[in-house]
């Protein structure tokens, strides 16, 4: 059985609301500086996640930015955005002015939290000289078109293997900048578990997925 036809059907609390048709924007987002990273003030938050306010920002955000990912340019086919969460640029979650907050994919997302997502089992490291953006497109069509994730050297069959864990990594993360990193834990990127399918799906425009509310960080 495949990871597509493993996960449950999600209702959509929002299934009464006529959907309002949307084009692809003229140009994409994109941030080729995706890397592994950690927000440090993770849990401050200033604003409730399930308040009325946060979810008011979040639909601002998304429409600013055209329910496309910052990092990988990866549009929802979802008027409302299913599945896209809203970041926080410079890692601070209690600054929520409009400037410091984009939109995430959950793969993009993954990769940055890398910390969380190791501990969930979701992302693993290898060291690849692919660029971590073309990583996370990669793996979405390749899961696209056979419905798993693929195996680390299906995306890379240069990767090898590596000793430092991906919590490790993260731990290091809280206390240095990227800049002050080996040139050994500079060259690791994140690839994706078969714990990450959900990652994918939830943005996949698949009819037993009717939909699901905004998730964020």
């Known amino acids: 059985m495949s990871p597509?036809?493993?996960?449950?059907?999600?209702?959509?609390?929002a299934s009464s609301a006529t959907p309002t048709p949307f084009s692809p924007p003229p140009t994409s987002p994109t941030n080729p500086n995706l890397h592994l990273s950690v927000t440090r003030t993770r849990g401050n938050r200033s604003i409730p996640?399930?308040?009325?306010?946060?979810?008011?920002?979040c639909t601002v955000i998304l429409t600013r930015d055209n329910r496309?990912?910052?990092?990988?340019?990866?549009?929802?086919?979802?008027p409302k955005g299913r599945g896209l969460h809203i970041d926080h640029l410079n890692g601070d979650v209690p600054d929520n002015d409009h400037t410091n907050l984009r939109v995430h994919c959950?793969?993009?997302?993954?990769?940055?939290?890398?910390?969380?997502?190791?501990?969930?089992?979701?992302?693993?490291?290898?060291?690849?000289?692919?660029?971590?953006?073309?990583?996370?497109?990669?793996?979405?069509?390749?899961?696209?078109?056979?419905?798993?994730?693929?195996?680390i050297r299906e995306v890379d069959?240069?990767?090898?293997?590596?000793?430092?864990?991906i919590v490790d990594?993260?731990?290091?993360?809280?206390?240095?900048?990227?800049?002050?990193?080996?040139?050994e834990e500079k060259g690791l990127r994140g690839f994706f578990t078969p714990e990450a399918a959900g990652h994918f799906v939830i943005t996949?425009?698949?009819?037993?997925?009717?939909?699901?509310?905004?998730?964020?960080t």
């Open 204 to 216: 996949m425009d698949l009819e037993y997925v009717s939909g699901a509310p905004l998730l964020d």
């Open 169 to 183: 990594l993260a731990n290091k993360l809280r206390t240095m900048k990227r800049e002050e990193l080996t040139e």
């Open 106 to 151: 959950p793969p993009c997302e993954a990769i940055r939290h890398c910390g969380i997502s190791g501990i969930k089992g979701r992302v693993c490291l290898a060291s690849s000289d692919m660029e971590q953006v073309e990583i996370v497109r990669k793996t979405r069509k390749m899961f696209e078109e056979s419905g798993r994730i693929p195996r």
């Open 68 to 78: 496309t990912c910052a990092s990988c340019a990866y549009m929802s086919p979802h």
């Open 4 to 13: 597509l036809e493993q996960l449950p059907h999600i209702t959509d609390v």
């Open 49 to 57: 996640v399930d308040s009325a306010e946060w979810r008011a920002i």
């Open 157 to 165: 069959p240069l990767a090898t293997r590596t000793d430092i864990t």
